[in-house]
């Protein structure tokens, strides 16, 4: 083995500039701050960095950061914008070669350097690199990069459940390499790929293809000699060999003996070993090139009854789909950040992670392989597919993009090419379906091939919906793993109808692998409910929803594994729930803080002992009360423990045995701090502590006072504004000696509760007018006399020339036709209100009202319809 010594170390370093490290040949530095950024068309040789005066920026960046915040509109800039930067390059292009290395960019990137054009690149989600030898020059250089998002019909994804944000949002890097270096132009990769096709816990084979690349003519001397190491991470170098090679063309394919290990320490996720392959190339003992690639050797098989196998052993595939979002700063993400989502799965007790719905940072890639977590990454074809060679093409170059950028990572074992590829024909020409779905099978049939010569070592993957054209298109029968996206109990159906479902596909597709790449309800950490409903975004219906769905997997062999939708709360510009532009279906919010089905999974999936009192959503509760004092509402823990007993202000409430991993309490609440301690019954001391604030709202007002209360109208939940720090209660019928409303009924559309339409011009309150009372007649508390401030909200919600929402007609509401009278104790206090004439569809009317009471008559409000059905959304009286 030759070695550097000093002197040729010195030597080294005079004909190799910039050379960032001892010995590596290579330096890599990236190139992320200070650009200057603009949105528009620009002529690249007009501008010049020093004289614009364009806002200076950091990548990784993106231009939609604010799109999504709530801002009353759906849509964010897709265009163009340019990214200039002057970079001081010291280049010497007799000695090196010189790239620019872009990790990802949204979604069309086109570099000029010095003014001239040196290349560009579709596609938002993998790396890509330019070579600029030609183009730099000694000193300061001109680089102008234009990105570009607009909606272009051939780039996936066409359309789909996120927001597009445009930018360069992750790193880029500057390379210089000698003029004989590892193959840097081969789809972004790292012109290495180490096989490693038989692996047992006996031995393993290892094949190492790529190719070198040189500038014949430009070297000194074609002859090089390329070696290859392997290190064990704690014995160090267990395999090393060399060899001489005479470059005769600018690409020299390396084709290597195959490696044999005795006895290989196998990467699984319990112990995640990564060898780490040295690749060099010499030239007069000097380095040229070195890479130094982490792999992992480990071996495994779907089997379509008893599911998957990792290294001989049976496990469950179980974890959760990541996003790469965080709100207010779209999809430009720090690695730390990538790195402590991956963490967050791994502390989960999660063993998998699909990366829905495209490639994502090598951050992550990273951090699956050392934290070990199994990956499934895929190519952002989601929804549809474009009928254009420009389109397939695209899709091709992304699929192999992947995979080669991708393929040394032994985190990864599953491929897939296409989500959902269907859905949009919902919403398309029924002439054309049949020319779409065939088009959609051709495609799916030339990337599963593409898949497949690229890696025959791992599996393919596409992932369904609940929709039979799948089966009746055959495009079911292309990939080797056949993946579910299902919501029922959500979207459709009830939470059993999943596991029905899945033994209907089972019974007729005995041979196939069946996975479950998407399930999961929506929720919002400010909506609770003691009766959840579909699609009502309360805490409590998300756990009702991920209890059932987990156990139903749990009770079947042949699932082989399963990812929640989704691991946090996401942006999706054009979606509308209960927070305007996020899809709240994460099991932490967006900003990483765990909703307490994360404790669920934590109990199902780890290893580890786990007790959590999962109420951590639900700290300030208003519920109703019959002495005005108390209440009886459940408390409930998530554990793998055999036995919990919970405790409440110090005095045990008895123990239970988990079942499904949890266990509930019925609890006598007191107004104030209820302090909770959940402990482990038996063996080591484990607990966890909680303290809820508890507010009872009073039903018998003869009894009991009442200056302040807030409804929530038309409701099956409550909705807690945490700046006022109020929770607005559902709303109950009007008895007496109490309050309530009299008539009406909570608005459905399209069997939801509540509109999903975003409420203009109103951040922190959007929930509360989505839901309402339609048709109400009164509001009315036998309150004594006094001096109070009544507050009314309300939102018309539907347009004038509305006929269908959400795809079903709503015949009843024609829109434009509903004026009523609000009438206080027998004064009119609002005449003829017309909320879609006065306020516009959507915006809120809120106002107060000060009235007084007198004669011991109470408060009564009526709503007198003109036209239509009156509606409330929410309501509060507070005493002056
Ligand atoms: C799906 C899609 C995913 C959506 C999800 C949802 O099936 O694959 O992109 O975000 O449903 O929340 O509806
Ligand atoms: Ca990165």
Same mark, same amino acid.
């Given at each position: 083995m030759k070695k550097l010594n000093f002197a040729v170390l010195l030597g080294l370093l005079w004909f190799i500039p910039n050379v960032s490290s001892f010995g590596q040949g290579r330096s890599t530095i990236s190139v992320n701050s200070h650009w200057k950024f603009q949105k528009g068309n620009f002529n690249p040789s007009n501008i010049h960095f020093e004289s614009e005066k364009w806002p200076i920026i950091h990548l990784p960046h993106t231009w939609n950061d604010?799109? $999504?915040?709530? %801002?009353? /509109?759906?849509?964010?800039?897709? *265009?163009?914008?340019?990214?200039?930067?002057?970079?001081?390059?010291?280049?010497?292009?007799?000695?090196?070669?010189?790239?620019?290395?872009?990790?990802?960019?949204?979604?069309?990137t086109t570099l000029y350097i010095n003014g001239h054009l040196v290349g560009m690149h579709a596609g938002g989600y993998s790396a890509f690199r330019f070579d600029i030898t030609a183009y730099v020059k000694e000193g300061k250089n001109q680089i102008a990069v234009k990105v570009?998002?607009?909606?272009?019909?051939?780039?996936?994804?066409?359309?789909?459940?996120?927001?597009?944000?445009?930018?360069?949002?992750?790193?880029?890097?500057?390379?210089?390499?000698?003029? $004989?270096?590892? %193959?840097? /132009?081969?789809?972004?990769?790292? *012109?290495i790929f180490i096989h490693t096709p038989n692996v047992s816990s006996e031995s393993a084979e290892i094949k190492i293809l790529g190719a070198i690349q040189a500038a014949l003519g430009q070297i000194e001397s074609n002859k090089i000699t390329l070696s290859f190491k392997i290190k064990h991470p704690q014995k160090g170098i267990i395999y090393q060999n060399e060899t001489d090679l005479e470059l005769q063309s600018s690409k020299k394919e390396i084709s290597w003996e195959t490696i044999h290990l005795n006895t290989p320490d196998l990467w699984s996720p319990e112990s995640p070993t990564l060898y780490q392959l040295e690749a060099t190339i010499y030239q007069k003992e000097v380095v040229l090139d070195q890479l130094n690639i982490p792999f992992g050797l480990r071996f495994f098989h779907f089997d379509p009854e008893k599911g998957f196998f990792l290294n001989g052993k049976q496990t469950k595939l179980m974890g959760a789909n990541r996003h790469q979002d965080y709100i207010g700063q779209g999809n430009a993400l720090s690695d730390e950040l990538h790195w402590s989502d991956m963490k967050a799965i791994k502390d989960m007790g999660g063993n998998f992670v699909r990366l829905a719905h495209y490639p994502q940072d090598p951050a992550i890639l990273r951090a699956a392989d050392e934290l070990g977590l199994m990956v499934w990454e895929e190519t952002p074809l989601v929804n549809e597919v474009t009928k254009s060679k420009k389109h397939d093409l695209n899709s091709e170059i992304m699929l192999k993009e992947m995979i080669r950028q991708h393929y040394n990572h032994p985190s990864v074992i599953i491929w897939g090419y296409m989500n959902e590829i269907y859905w949009a024909h919902r919403f398309i020409d029924p002439e054309i379906v049949d020319a779409q779905t065939t088009h959609s099978v051709e495609l799916a049939e030339k990337l599963e091939k593409i898949a497949r010569e690229e890696d025959p070592y791992r599996y393919t993957a596409m992932a369904l919906h609940n929709y039979p054209l799948y089966e009746s298109s055959e495009i079911a029968?292309?990939?080797?793993?056949?993946?579910?996206?299902?919501?029922?109990?959500?979207?459709?159906?009830?939470?059993?109808?999943?596991?029905?479902f899945m033994d209907e596909q089972h019974e007729k597709y005995p041979d196939r692998i069946h996975f479950i790449s998407e399930y999961g309800a929506g929720s919002d950490t400010r909506l609770h409910s003691l009766k959840p409903e579909k699609f009502?975004?309360?805490?409590?219906?998300?756990?009702?929803?991920?209890?059932?769905?987990?156990?139903?997997?749990?009770?079947?062999?042949y699932i082989s594994g399963a990812t929640v939708w989704n691991l946090i709360d996401f942006s999706s510009e054009r979606r509308i729930d209960s927070n305007p532009h996020l899809n709240n279906k994460g099991i932490m919010t967006s900003e990483r803080v765990p909703k307490d089905v994360y404790y669920l999974f934590q109990a199902y999936l780890s290893n580890n002992p786990i007790l959590k009192i999962a109420e951590t959503n639900w700290k300030n509760r208003s519920v109703l009360s019959e002495d005005g004092n108390t209440s009886i509402l459940p408390i409930q823990v998530y554990s793998n423990l055999n036995e919990v007993e919970l405790y409440h202000q110090g005095k045990s409430l008895g123990t239970l045995k988990p079942k499904d991993n949890q266990a509930t309490w019925e609890v006598e609440f007191k107004k104030g701090i209820n302090s909770f301690?959940?402990?482990?019954?038996?063996?080591?001391?484990?607990l966890d502590y909680i303290e809820i604030d508890f507010l009872p709202v009073p039903i018998d007002l003869s009894k009991t006072n009442l200056d302040r209360l807030f409804i929530n109208l038309g409701s099956n939940h409550s909705f807690f504004d945490a700046k006022g720090k109020v929770t607005y209660i559902q709303s109950k019928p009007y008895e007496k000696n109490s309050w309530g409303h009299i008539g009406g009924a909570p608005l459905y559309i399209a069997n939801k509760i509540g509109t999903k339409e975003d409420i203009l011009t109103t951040d922190d309150f959007v929930p509360l007018y989505q839901t309402m009372q339609e048709g109400i007649d009164g509001f009315k508390a036998d309150l004594p006399d006094g001096d109070y401030i009544i507050e009314l909200w309300m939102v018309e919600p539907f347009p004038k020339s509305r006929k269908f929402v959400d795809g079903v007609e709503s015949p009843e509401h024609p829109g434009g036709q509903r004026i009523f009278d609000i009438v206080i104790n027998d004064k009119v206090i609002f005449k003829n209100l017309d909320l879609l004439k006065e306020y516009g569809y959507n915006y809120p009317f809120k106002e107060k009202v000060k009235v007084q009471l007198k004669d011991g008559k109470g408060l009564e409000i009526s709503f007198v319809s003109k036209k239509g059905k009156p509606i409330l959304s929410a309501l509060s009286i507070q005493k002056q």
């Amino acid at each position: 083995m030759k070695k550097l010594n000093f002197a040729v170390l010195l030597g080294l370093l005079w004909f190799i500039p910039n050379v960032s490290s001892f010995g590596q040949g290579r330096s890599t530095i990236s190139v992320n701050s200070h650009w200057k950024f603009q949105k528009g068309n620009f002529n690249p040789s007009n501008i010049h960095f020093e004289s614009e005066k364009w806002p200076i920026i950091h990548l990784p960046h993106t231009w939609n950061d604010k799109d $999504v915040l709530p %801002d009353g /509109e759906r849509g964010y800039y897709r *265009g163009e914008a340019w990214y200039f930067k002057e970079l001081n390059i010291s280049a010497d292009q007799d000695l090196s070669n010189y790239f620019i290395h872009f990790e990802g960019a949204n979604q069309e990137t086109t570099l000029y350097i010095n003014g001239h054009l040196v290349g560009m690149h579709a596609g938002g989600y993998s790396a890509f690199r330019f070579d600029i030898t030609a183009y730099v020059k000694e000193g300061k250089n001109q680089i102008a990069v234009k990105v570009d998002n607009t909606h272009n019909p051939d780039i996936p994804p066409l359309s789909a459940d996120f927001t597009f944000f445009g930018g360069i949002y992750r790193d880029v890097w500057l390379i210089e390499t000698a003029k $004989v270096h590892f %193959d840097m /132009e081969n789809y972004g990769s790292d *012109g290495i790929f180490i096989h490693t096709p038989n692996v047992s816990s006996e031995s393993a084979e290892i094949k190492i293809l790529g190719a070198i690349q040189a500038a014949l003519g430009q070297i000194e001397s074609n002859k090089i000699t390329l070696s290859f190491k392997i290190k064990h991470p704690q014995k160090g170098i267990i395999y090393q060999n060399e060899t001489d090679l005479e470059l005769q063309s600018s690409k020299k394919e390396i084709s290597w003996e195959t490696i044999h290990l005795n006895t290989p320490d196998l990467w699984s996720p319990e112990s995640p070993t990564l060898y780490q392959l040295e690749a060099t190339i010499y030239q007069k003992e000097v380095v040229l090139d070195q890479l130094n690639i982490p792999f992992g050797l480990r071996f495994f098989h779907f089997d379509p009854e008893k599911g998957f196998f990792l290294n001989g052993k049976q496990t469950k595939l179980m974890g959760a789909n990541r996003h790469q979002d965080y709100i207010g700063q779209g999809n430009a993400l720090s690695d730390e950040l990538h790195w402590s989502d991956m963490k967050a799965i791994k502390d989960m007790g999660g063993n998998f992670v699909r990366l829905a719905h495209y490639p994502q940072d090598p951050a992550i890639l990273r951090a699956a392989d050392e934290l070990g977590l199994m990956v499934w990454e895929e190519t952002p074809l989601v929804n549809e597919v474009t009928k254009s060679k420009k389109h397939d093409l695209n899709s091709e170059i992304m699929l192999k993009e992947m995979i080669r950028q991708h393929y040394n990572h032994p985190s990864v074992i599953i491929w897939g090419y296409m989500n959902e590829i269907y859905w949009a024909h919902r919403f398309i020409d029924p002439e054309i379906v049949d020319a779409q779905t065939t088009h959609s099978v051709e495609l799916a049939e030339k990337l599963e091939k593409i898949a497949r010569e690229e890696d025959p070592y791992r599996y393919t993957a596409m992932a369904l919906h609940n929709y039979p054209l799948y089966e009746s298109s055959e495009i079911a029968n292309i990939p080797q793993i056949v993946s579910w996206n299902l919501y029922h109990g959500w979207y459709y159906d009830e939470f059993e109808d999943f596991g029905k479902f899945m033994d209907e596909q089972h019974e007729k597709y005995p041979d196939r692998i069946h996975f479950i790449s998407e399930y999961g309800a929506g929720s919002d950490t400010r909506l609770h409910s003691l009766k959840p409903e579909k699609f009502d975004f309360t805490i409590e219906g998300h756990k009702r929803f991920l209890e059932s769905f987990l156990k139903q997997i749990y009770t079947r062999q042949y699932i082989s594994g399963a990812t929640v939708w989704n691991l946090i709360d996401f942006s999706s510009e054009r979606r509308i729930d209960s927070n305007p532009h996020l899809n709240n279906k994460g099991i932490m919010t967006s900003e990483r803080v765990p909703k307490d089905v994360y404790y669920l999974f934590q109990a199902y999936l780890s290893n580890n002992p786990i007790l959590k009192i999962a109420e951590t959503n639900w700290k300030n509760r208003s519920v109703l009360s019959e002495d005005g004092n108390t209440s009886i509402l459940p408390i409930q823990v998530y554990s793998n423990l055999n036995e919990v007993e919970l405790y409440h202000q110090g005095k045990s409430l008895g123990t239970l045995k988990p079942k499904d991993n949890q266990a509930t309490w019925e609890v006598e609440f007191k107004k104030g701090i209820n302090s909770f301690t959940a402990k482990n019954k038996a063996g080591e001391e484990i607990l966890d502590y909680i303290e809820i604030d508890f507010l009872p709202v009073p039903i018998d007002l003869s009894k009991t006072n009442l200056d302040r209360l807030f409804i929530n109208l038309g409701s099956n939940h409550s909705f807690f504004d945490a700046k006022g720090k109020v929770t607005y209660i559902q709303s109950k019928p009007y008895e007496k000696n109490s309050w309530g409303h009299i008539g009406g009924a909570p608005l459905y559309i399209a069997n939801k509760i509540g509109t999903k339409e975003d409420i203009l011009t109103t951040d922190d309150f959007v929930p509360l007018y989505q839901t309402m009372q339609e048709g109400i007649d009164g509001f009315k508390a036998d309150l004594p006399d006094g001096d109070y401030i009544i507050e009314l909200w309300m939102v018309e919600p539907f347009p004038k020339s509305r006929k269908f929402v959400d795809g079903v007609e709503s015949p009843e509401h024609p829109g434009g036709q509903r004026i009523f009278d609000i009438v206080i104790n027998d004064k009119v206090i609002f005449k003829n209100l017309d909320l879609l004439k006065e306020y516009g569809y959507n915006y809120p009317f809120k106002e107060k009202v000060k009235v007084q009471l007198k004669d011991g008559k109470g408060l009564e409000i009526s709503f007198v319809s003109k036209k239509g059905k009156p509606i409330l959304s929410a309501l509060s009286i507070q005493k002056q």
